[in-house]
């Protein structure tokens, strides 16, 4: 499975960057071998508070794609191979059709004491656990482990959280459940990962084709 991940070029307006590629996911979608495509953009329907996303993030969307060969990508800023886990799944439209809310990508990297294996293990089997007891506003959760930097000189990353929510409400009162909740979450963040700079960015998704979902 392939992670594209791409940057907004300052000239082109979020309308016709998420055009672009939405265009990429349908083409890709329409590959016979395809069998997950799902785009995440920041395009002129994102909707997602500001806190979502940080200034200084490295990219603007992603785009997940398993079932096509490499060759038949196309371009983008980086390349990640990947795999996948689902750890809490929403029902969605597909067809490449908007799904509501919004996604928080989220690249993480390791705390400098880890282990990339260490750091995937405690994310899978501990932070996982933390995070759908204690964010009641997530509807929708997948971590996604870097396997291989595909893209010499791309920015270095253990992996990519999907955090996904069904509205900015939700994300603003629910993304904790209280005190107890917050303080879980992040004491847990400082276990395994490296929180001297985040780049999240709240996105669009539309799911054209999902195989461990239908």
Not at 39 to 53: E, F, I, K, N
Not at 64 to 89: C, E, F, H, M, P
Not at 146 to 175: C, H, Q, Y
Request: hydrophobic fraction near 35%.
């Amino acid at each position: 499975m392939y992670m594209l991940m791409f940057r907004r070029p300052d000239a082109e307006t979020p309308q016709d960057f998420g055009e672009r590629l939405r265009t990429m996911g349908e083409r890709l979608a329409a590959e016979p071998t395809a069998t997950t495509v799902i785009l995440h953009v920041q395009d002129d329907r994102t909707g997602a508070p500001a806190g979502t996303s940080f200034d200084d993030r490295d990219f603007d969307a992603a785009l997940t794609v398993d079932g096509v060969g490499a060759n038949s990508l196309g371009d983008a800023d980086a390349i990640y191979d990947v795999s996948r886990r689902i750890i809490k799944s929403r029902k969605r439209p597909g067809g490449g059709r908007r799904t509501p809310g919004f996604t928080i990508v989220c690249p993480s990297n390791r705390a400098a004491f880890l282990t990339h294996e260490q750091f995937d293990a405690h994310w899978r089997d501990n932070h996982s656990k933390i995070h759908v007891e204690s964010s009641p506003g997530t509807c929708h959760y997948e971590q996604f482990t870097v396997n291989e930097i595909l893209t010499p000189g791309a920015p270095a990353a253990d992996g990519f959280g999907w955090l996904s929510f069904d509205s900015a409400e939700r994300w603003e009162t629910e993304l904790f459940d209280g005190e107890r909740g917050q303080r879980a979450i992040l004491e847990d963040v400082d276990r395994f990962l490296d929180s001297s700079r985040f780049a999240t960015f709240g996105c669009s998704e539309y799911v054209y084709r999902d195989a461990a979902t239908t």
